[in-house]
């Protein structure tokens, strides 16, 4: 039953015998009992594999030897099981995704929240560190902290454990599962921080005492990127009476930016795949008039331009978006103004209060914090209930992603979500669930102008094309897949036209006839175990939004996430010798479309692993800015698998390189050096 009272989605209530009727967390299968076995048996699996693998941290593990069991049962690996034990004769291929695994968390709870943004952060800080320290390894020889990074991968695997997010309150005081989260992910932060300043200073040249201003660039992705950056200046600099110019005297657009006391400048940089370029300095000799791009119009409404965008902000709606045209995309409408709900509107279940409640119910106000050249801040504050909120908008000329963010005061400890059994009663076998229900929790709505809607969302290593109607659920045996790692995508049937919604943590997302897509934002109620998941600070994240023509690949969404989460590093230095190494660019290809997700340094070796995220040039040239005397495509364990033919360029090294659409590839570099070529 939906939200209004009418009826949305049925789901019928059938037995499925793999179901534990006394669990809501395990099937039959966790104990190996005779009566899983011959269920098994009855569905033709002659070779049947279940029981638990064992938590983190328990001491009553692993399961087997320490309860008793009658029948005959060894450990298997799964490679060892699907390669000799699993039945070998001709079965139909399962077109297995991502929707094949159903799983539900507490999703939209605070403490799950803090979780999955502390560690997508961790996550993404320690692969740059090891892409930029071995950029430094090559190009200067500089010493890698491998030890360091193990230290830093354990942390960050052991936030990663499902005990972490199932049961983030289990623990003492201070050392619950979220409290471990934090003390590991925080060390991992801090030794990625400290590897990419040594890394930085490694790669620049610096001397104090005399010479000009620069601004070194970094990009620790696989494709090359033109997109505005920003760098905090000296004491003492204006970066108002600053011009910033490329290798050759050209001057490169920027904009003070006012919001951090003026001590940052943003500019358009240009830098090459896992590479970096320079910029210089100099004083401006006149003042540079700033573009406008807000205007407030009659209605009250705020228009936003951009040379890719028109967007309209109505502060008397709560400070909605009712307009959204791509300019460059036939001007393409993506807000459906028809809808009931309203684009980027807040909304959720009240149980307390007994009713729905909208960010629209309230006017909001709107403060332009940006207006320049190249970047434009609005703020919309806000109430929903009678909870302040503040909302951020940020839209970049030339960037096709529109970046946004919400923050929550909350005041009290409000009820958010499906109301049932919020009083008392909670009993974990029972099937249904509140926080099962997305549809009560406080949503961030996107009504989009696309007819007869596919859905699109990526996984680890892969993009799924939903097969679901909706994601609507509230019981234990009707869970459908509804999370979102990095984006979701929404098309029309046709696959003209879409639009990716980009998530800083791991979630859930909403999608469905009736009600339209939406970002799970809030949840306070009873979770896992009966537990109270409360509000117990203001909430806050991030998202963005990319329109797109046709589907996913043509629209460049893997491609822009990474970028959006993977921003691009600044360095400012004073030296004599800037002019020196302006560019470089360590690992580089053909075309477009493959991503680089690792860089090591293997002792005298170079590892370099790619994923063709979205690419249909299987085949491309790939060049490597060192020497090596020989070039080997590798197993993940390190197995060699074949010799790859080389040529030599200068100081590059070059191949062809084949990999199938969502196929990884490792390359070895043996015996690596450093290289001296400066990339033109």
Known sequence: VGPDGTRITTVPRYKIEALDPASTWQTIASNNSLKYLQAAFNAGIENPIGMCLQDAGWRNGPWLGKKPTQYHTVYKTWRDYIKNVAIQKEV????????????????????????????????????????????????????????????????????????????????????????????????????????????????????????????????????????????????????????????????????????????????????PSLGYNTYRLQTKKFASMESNHVFLQKSGSYRIESNLYTIIIDPAEGGVIKSLVAKKLNN????????????????????????????????????????????????????????????????????????????????????????????????????????????????????????????????????????????????WDSIKNNIILNWVDVTDRAGKYGLALFTDHTTSYMQGAGLPLGLTTQYSGVGL????????????????????????????????????????????????????????????????????????VDGDDLLVRFFNAESNLADQHVFFDCKATSVDLVELDGRLKQHLASTNKGNRTMINLNIPAFGIRTIRLSNFQNSNYVHK
Request: with cysteine; aromatic share 12%.
């Open 92 to 271: 139909p291929d399962w077109k297995f995704s991502q929707e094949d695994v159903r799983v539900s968390l507490v999703w939209g709870a605070q403490v799950l929240q803090k979780i999955a943004r502390e560690v997508r952060v961790s996550e993404n800080k320690i692969i740059a560190a090891e892409k930029l320290a071995a950029m430094a390894k090559v190009y200067k020889d500089a010493v890698l902290p491998q030890a360091a990074f193990d230290e830093a991968w354990r942390g960050i695997l052991l936030a990663q454990h499902h005990d972490c997010w199932i049961v983030p309150y289990n623990g003492r005081k201070g050392f619950t599962w979220a409290d471990n989260v934090l003390t590991w992910t925080s060390a991992a932060d801090s030794i990625a921080d400290r590897s990419l300043q040594q890394s930085v200073l490694a790669l620049a040249p610096h001397d104090l005492q005399k010479g000009d201003y620069f601004i070194r660039v970094f990009n620790v992705l696989g494709h090359k990127r033109s997109e505005m950056v920003k760098a905090t200046l000296p004491a003492g600099m204006d970066p108002a009476k600053m011009l910033v110019v490329d290798d050759r005297g050209n001057e490169i657009r920027s904009q003070v930016i006012s919001d951090t006391n003026g001590k940052q400048i943003a500019f358009a940089a240009s830098v």
């Open 332 to 475: 393409k409408e993506f807000v459906d103004k028809t809808h009931a709900r309203k684009f980027n509107e807040l909304r959720g279940y009240f149980y307390k209060d007994r009713g729905f409640f909208s960010s629209t119910q309230s006017p909001a106000t709107i403060t332009v914090v940006e207006d320049g050249s190249l970047y434009t801040k609005i703020l919309i504050k806000g109430h929903i209930n009678h909870h302040p909120f503040t909302q951020t908008l940020n839209v970049l000329q030339n960037q096709p992603v529109i970046e946004l963010g919400v923050k929550i005061d909350w005041i009290g400890n409000p009820g958010i979500g499906d109301e049932y059994k919020q009083a008392g009663g909670y009993r974990q076998e029972d099937y249904r669930k509140a926080f099962y229900n997305d549809t009560d929790k406080l949503q961030t709505l996107f009504p989009l102008n696309l007819a007869d809607q596919k859905v699109y969302k990526d996984a680890p290593f892969d993009v799924t094309e939903s097969r679901l109607e909706n994601t609507f659920f509230n019981s």
């Open 529 to 600: 175990w009966g537990r109270n998941y409360s509000i117990t600070a203001p909430t806050a994240i991030n998202y963005a939004l990319l329109p797109h023509e046709g589907r996913w690949e043509k629209g460049n969404n893997q491609n822009a996430n990474t970028a959006w989460n993977n921003p691009m590093i600044t360095h400012v230095f004073k030296s004599a010798a800037g002019n020196e190494n302006y560019r470089k660019s360590l690992v580089g290809f053909s075309g477009a479309g493959f991503e680089i997700t690792a860089v090591l």
